[in-house]
């Protein structure tokens, strides 16, 4: 842990990333298999890499992303897919990280792109002081009592005129009766509402592009085998999948997953 992080001041720790990652695992790279994209692309997938990224993000292999708190390594994968960049991840857990180096070897990326470090640390980022063009994290800020710890560390690493892109989930409404309440408790359920969220990044640093409910509906933040619910969720999702290809899935407080801010270093 970073000098000065007090427990107190994480709702997880290394251990509780090496159990979740060495229960779930790699979850691969880009499907080469069109049909099962077809498939298993989510609403939120769909509309995040193909529509909201590409209205705010510049592309090209001379661009510099961090992704904190990057293992398994899958979202690596597809903003060298969709982006062209040069990638680089962080995670503090080991086990993620060996299924993280495991799967940017597949695309022909070295381990030195994956690093091992508590990304909230001073010394993290003092090493990487402004050294990238795009910061991202999915699923981080939420497991600090006080996000804007978080939100500091993305930015100390981020380039002037650089992009900040952070999304987490939202476990309130329809999803908040599907989790576990060991779950729930890693998480920070004040700042998923979109007035909390928004308010986090409201500093002079920052220039607000986007920020809003995302997804659509994805049943699988909720995918488990522990009982036959969860197990039939995989195949109920596939329906939705389909059926946000053909009608639009609105955006709410009850049934969005997720929750997105893209803003750009002034």
Not at 12 to 28: C, F, L, N, P, V
Not at 124 to 142: K, M, N, P, Q, T
Not at 165 to 193: F, K
Request: proline residues 6%; contains cysteine.
């Amino acid at each position: 842990m970073s000098a000065g992080l007090t427990k107190e001041e994480r709702l997880t720790d290394q251990s509780y990333w090496d159990a979740t990652w060495k229960r779930i695992g790699s979850e691969g790279e880009v499907d080469p298999n069109r049909f099962r994209r077809f498939l298993f692309e989510t609403p939120g997938a769909r509309i995040f890499w193909k529509q909201i990224l590409p209205r705010f993000l510049p592309t090209g292999s001379d661009k510099r992303l961090m992704h904190l708190g990057s293992a398994p390594g899958r979202h690596l994968a597809l903003f060298k897919t969709y982006f062209g960049y040069d990638v680089h991840g962080a995670d503090f857990s080991p086990t993620g990280l060996a299924a993280q180096r495991d799967l940017l070897a597949r695309i022909g990326l070295d381990e030195t792109h994956s690093i091992l470090a508590d990304v909230l640390s001073q010394d993290f980022r003092r090493a990487h002081a402004e050294a990238f063009d795009v910061v991202f994290s999915g699923g981080l800020i939420e497991h600090f009592p006080n996000p804007q710890i978080a939100v500091d560390a993305h930015l100390d690493i981020l380039r002037r005129g650089g992009f900040l892109v952070i999304s987490i989930p939202n476990l309130t409404g329809l999803y908040r009766r599907m989790m576990a309440p060991d779950v729930l408790a890693a998480h920070n359920l004040q700042i998923m509402n979109l007035p909390c969220f928004r308010k986090t990044f409201e500093i002079p640093q920052l220039k607000r592009l986007y920020c809003g409910y995302l997804g659509g509906l994805n049943l699988g933040i909720a995918f488990g085998e522990t009982t036959l619910f969860q197990r039939m969720l995989p195949k109920a999702q596939i329906v939705v999948n389909l059926l946000a290809r053909v009608v639009r899935i609105p955006e709410t407080p009850w049934n969005s997953p997720f929750l997105l801010y893209i803003g750009q270093k002034r």
